[in-house]
């Protein structure tokens, strides 16, 4: 197994999708003569030309419905937005064209169509450019959602992305395309909607994803050095959600606490502590506790930013809060 | 600057107070030392002093009516001060005597750093802060959901267990190391069987004591029988019954030499065997209807005199027992009585009984007669406010005309509802029951 980038998985699933079927290609904004602004689609316009590899102008709106008209007629888009701060502007193809044409179809019209690109903060980027966005997308059905935390999990759900009939909007955490992992050689896919039980433990469950979930890591590992035993849960996809394995860990642990970069409200650590109040309230020994970035946009500067995004140490305070340990 | 009047805490045992009459209307000038109200706590009437001048704007709590403590009874202010912003939730205010608020202090102040300190939404804080004042109120008991399912599984009573969670929170740590009183509903299961022996109650005590062997082993294995619906049903109203009605237990013992003698002759003529109990049951009817407060219920904010007189007849089945109801008890005959309680008695063992047939008892009587039981108490069944516990008829000797000569003579013990009866009516209750049975002829009246 080699070592490989988040930013080198994702060119692989897209050029070995493209090279499998024929009805896959790219456009977006500089995917093909400056080989992406993140460089996720570096190379692919030498390999596969420029029929397949489709530079847009800055127009979201624009190539985004051009997309979804793509999809109606069989093909299979990937749209690559430059990062998700710029998708709102094309929000309208997203929501009320590619969400919905299937439903309005009566199942007749199928949108296989894959929208990706950086999500969330990454360093001093701003208020504009550092939203989290697997809260909105979530919201609306007809949409999966996807939100991968590493390279592994990135390959094999973006491919299983690419081969969905169903609109995909697929996140990747922009702080996350150096990270590198051992990734397996042979093609493999992963299933959308099914989370994974990273860390087995009996205290305290947490349910973190997308860049979080290392925060989340982090924390569990400090926990655990002081004797509470973390059950870490990465859900993969955030919508379908798979409830099922987090009400089954928090049946045994009977403390959760939800870590997501969305604001707080009516977000993703909202509907998940909701349902798990829902199904499991029997079972609970503390009321579940959320860690989010806060209901405010991020700011600039350096030391405010820190403070904003959700650390190890605010992770622990939840924990301590829903385990009594404070 | 309005000011805000609230109910203070008049003596060590006071929850709430009443206000017994208002001496100021809306409007009026009050001074500093002023008395502005009459409140009647749970021992006195007690004079409610204003510390501040002020106008009247507001009167919150109507006269008659009770607050709990700290609840805002009036605003004082300015002529035509805006106090909408006071107003809220008068009664239900929460309380905010002075150590109340001490105590409240570095909790709040705790928050407020955590707040500083976390990146988590302040919003859900404050709602959280909402949530736990709430529930302080009233005595509740405050327990996370697991610990309620725990408690209630083990039968342990929530309320006497030491919560070590946020304001007292019972968790589910305090109810696994809870080293209480054995488990109550197991000792409740034991009262019940006490008083109404069943065939399913017996097996299990065989199956608890091994016999004795000569190598010392045990003879038979433990066994963990599964638990019936009707069992659990049994021991969660008993247990309800027991730790949520204050019972207390009067005995008087009857002489039965005459009913003896007025049931032989009744069986004579009657086509249905009369037994005592149905003579135990007639007797209690016709009292009933003389002594209204036993055919009572008592639904928190008042007493509920029933208007029938319903008397449920406590019948041992395999799987626990069932309380039939004869209804309209006291306008019946006791050929009915005894008709009535045999078709009972034969339903219940054929689990032919219907809920209707159990529902709306205002009075139980329970007979272990038969089972040579001298006297025992029952374990009143909500919601009446008293069971009457029937004893065997013994031969005693009594003392009559200064000359020890043979008798008869059966104990009954009334267990009542302290919140509804008192020891005195419970008293004349069963002397009324006790004539009736010494001289049965007279419940013909």
């Given amino acids: ?326 | 600057m309005a000011t805000i009047i609230d109910m203070p805490k008049l003596s060590d045992t006071m929850e709430e107070g009443t206000i017994a009459k208002w001496n100021i209307k809306e409007g009026d000038k009050v001074e500093a030392g002023d008395i502005v109200a009459e409140v009647e706590t749970d021992k006195a009437t007690m004079d409610l002093e204003a510390f501040d001048p002020g106008t009247v704007l507001k009167i919150l709590v109507e006269e008659g009516d009770s607050a709990p403590l700290g609840a805002k009874l009036v605003i004082l202010g300015e002529e035509g001060e805006d106090i909408s912003d006071l107003e809220g939730d008068g009664a239900s205010a929460k309380e905010s005597d002075g150590d109340k608020k001490e105590e409240k202090k570095p909790s709040e102040d705790k928050d407020e750093s955590e707040e500083e300190e976390s990146s988590e939404d302040t919003s859900e804080e404050a709602d959280e802060k909402g949530a736990d004042q709430k529930s302080d109120d009233g005595g509740r008991v405050k327990a996370s959901p697991l610990a309620k399912k725990m408690a209630e599984e083990k039968g342990i009573d929530l309320s006497k267990v030491e919560g070590s969670g946020p304001q007292g929170r019972v968790i589910k740590a305090d109810i696994e190391n809870y080293k209480g009183e054995a488990a109550p509903a197991a000792a409740e299961k034991k009262d019940a069987a006490d008083a109404k022996p069943e065939k399913s109650d017996a097996k299990e005590e065989k199956a608890e004591a091994p016999k004795p062997s000569v190598s010392g082993t045990s003879m038979r294995e433990d066994e963990d029988l599964k638990v019936s619906q009707m069992r659990k049903t049994i021991a969660k109203r008993l247990a309800e019954s027991k730790f949520t009605s204050p019972h207390f237990y009067e005995t008087i013992d009857i002489d039965m030499k005459k009913a003896m003698a007025v049931r032989a002759s009744l069986n004579e003529i009657s086509d249905v065997k009369i037994s005592f109990n149905d003579l135990v049951v007639k007797a209690c009817a016709v009292a009933l209807r003389r002594h209204p407060w036993l055919n009572a219920s008592w639904k928190g904010d008042v007493v509920r005199l029933n208007g029938d007189v319903n008397i449920a007849i406590a019948v041992a089945v395999d799987e626990g027992l069932l309380t039939p109801v004869i209804r309209h008890t006291d306008q019946k005959g006791l050929r009915d009585i005894s008709i009535e309680t045999k078709d009972f008695a034969a339903r219940a063992r054929d689990k032919k009984l219907q809920p209707q047939d159990w529902e709306g008892s205002t009075f139980t009587i329970s007979n272990l007669g038969m089972f040579g039981i001298e006297e025992f108490t029952a374990i009143i069944n909500p919601p009446n406010a008293a069971i009457l516990a029937v004893g065997a008829i013994r031969d005693v000797p009594v003392v009559e005309d200064g000359q020890v000569v043979p008798g008869k003579r059966m104990k009954v013990t009334l267990s009542s509802d302290h919140r509804v009866v008192d020891g005195a009516k419970a008293a004349e209750f069963l002397n009324t029951v006790r004539k009736l049975l010494e001289d049965p002829a007279s419940m013909l009246l």
């Fill in chain 1, 1 to 326: 197994m080699a070592q490989k980038q988040f930013r080198e998985v994702i060119r692989d699933a897209i050029a070995e999708e493209m090279e499998r079927d024929e009805n896959v290609f790219i456009m977006g904004e500089e995917v093909a003569e400056y080989n992406g602004a993140y460089k996720a689609t570096q190379g692919l316009l030498d390999r596969f030309g420029e029929k397949r590899v489709i530079d847009t102008p800055i127009s979201e709106l624009g190539f985004s419905g051009l997309g979804v008209g793509a999809a109606m007629n069989g093909l299979r888009p990937i749209v690559e937005f430059m990062t998700f701060n710029f998708a709102v502007v094309g929000m309208d193809q997203l929501i009320n064209n590619a969400a919905k044409i299937r439903h309005m179809s009566g199942g007749q019209v199928k949108i296989p169509i894959v929208f990706r690109g950086p999500n969330g903060s990454a360093g001093q980027l701003a208020a504009t450019h550092s939203v989290a966005y697997e809260s909105l997308y979530g919201h609306f059905p007809g949409l999966i959602t996807i939100h991968p935390s590493d390279p592994y999990d990135a390959k094999g759900l973006l491919k299983a992305a690419i081969r969905d009939d169903n609109p995909v909007i697929f996140l990747e955490s922009e702080q996350m395309y150096g990270m590198k992992q051992e990734v397996p050689d042979e093609e493999y896919l992963l299933p959308i909607g099914k989370a994974e039980v990273k860390r087995e433990g009996s205290d305290v469950t947490i349910v973190a994803d997308g860049k979080l979930y290392h925060v989340a890591k982090q924390a569990a590992e400090e926990l655990s050095k002081d004797g509470v035993e973390v059950e870490l849960i990465n859900p993969r996809t955030i919508k379908p959600f798979d409830m099922e394995t987090v009400i089954k860990s928090v049946k045994k642990t009977n403390r959760c606490v939800v870590v997501n970069e969305s604001h707080p409200f009516a977000g993703v650590a909202a509907e998940v502590g909701f349902q798990i109040q829902r199904e499991a309230f029997d079972y609970l020994d503390a009321p579940v506790q959320r860690v989010t970035i806060p209901d405010v946009p991020a700011p600039f500067s350096k030391k405010l930013f820190d403070a904003w995004l959700p650390s190890p140490k605010n992770v622990i305070d939840a924990v301590n809060t829903v385990t009594y340990r404070n």
